[in-house]
């Protein structure tokens, strides 16, 4: 069987760092995505792990350990352009199965 | 380059009817998805194509069938529509392998069924 969980909804302040967690249990697991979707848009790809460690790209970082089935995505220095849902995404197979996603809303 | 293209951006159907939704992509790319998104309830794998003329159910199959025509082309059709399928539908492709889990997204397509 397979279940994913996020918080449904984070808050955070311009400048800030927020950082957003993912818990996974999923079967012939492979790696971890992470995607954006800013309302009324399409989701669009910000990172993938596919080892346990870090991965950083930009303000973005996104971290995975298969032995916790965790992994998060820390977000930096937030802009009010970071306002969007965020979804975790572990890939199994040819397939990627996605989260119900976390509303990140940034303060000025 | 214009990506992932789908069509149309928005429908309205009656329960009952029938449509087809187009998606093309101009990438090359070999895998091909097809998403549902409900409030609440994230994305949703319907089906999906590894590569050219292969295709695939995934987590919400019923009700929908799809076409992969070609390299660039998966149409999904809803054969007779009913209003629990009133969401939004995103088309995705990837280039496989390696880059599987990099998708590329299309706009979407809004769909009502009255």
């Known amino acids: ?108 | 380059n214009a990506g992932v293209t789908q069509t149309p951006k928005f429908q309205v159907l009656k329960t009952g009817q029938s449509m087809t939704l187009q998606c093309a992509q101009d990438m090359n790319h070999n895998s091909m998805y097809w998403y549902r998104q409900d409030p609440g309830m994230g994305l949703r794998l319907i089906y999906y194509s590894a590569s050219e003329g292969t295709t695939d159910k995934g987590e919400v199959p019923n009700g929908y069938n799809v076409s992969r025509l070609n390299k660039r082309e998966f149409s999904l059709r809803l054969e007779s529509a009913a209003p629990s399928q009133t969401s939004v539908y995103f088309c995705a492709s990837s280039a496989g392998g390696a880059e599987n889990e990099k998708l590329f997204f299309g706009s979407g397509t809004q769909l009502s069924v009255l």
């Open chain 1, 1 to 108: 069987g397979q279940s994913l969980e996020q918080p449904s909804e984070v808050t955070a302040v311009e400048g800030a760092i927020v950082q957003i967690n993912c818990t996974y249990q999923t079967s012939g697991f492979y790696g971890l995505s992470w995607y954006q979707q800013h309302d009324g848009g399409a989701p669009t790809f910000l990172s993938y792990n596919a080892l346990d460690g870090l991965e950083e790209t930009g303000r973005f970082s996104s971290f995975l350990s298969r032995s916790d089935s965790y992994g998060y995505l820390l977000l930096q220095e937030l802009q009010m352009k970071d306002s969007a849902s965020y979804f975790c995404a572990p890939s199994k197979g040819d397939k990627l199965i996605f989260g119900t996603g976390t509303r990140l809303q940034v303060f000025p």
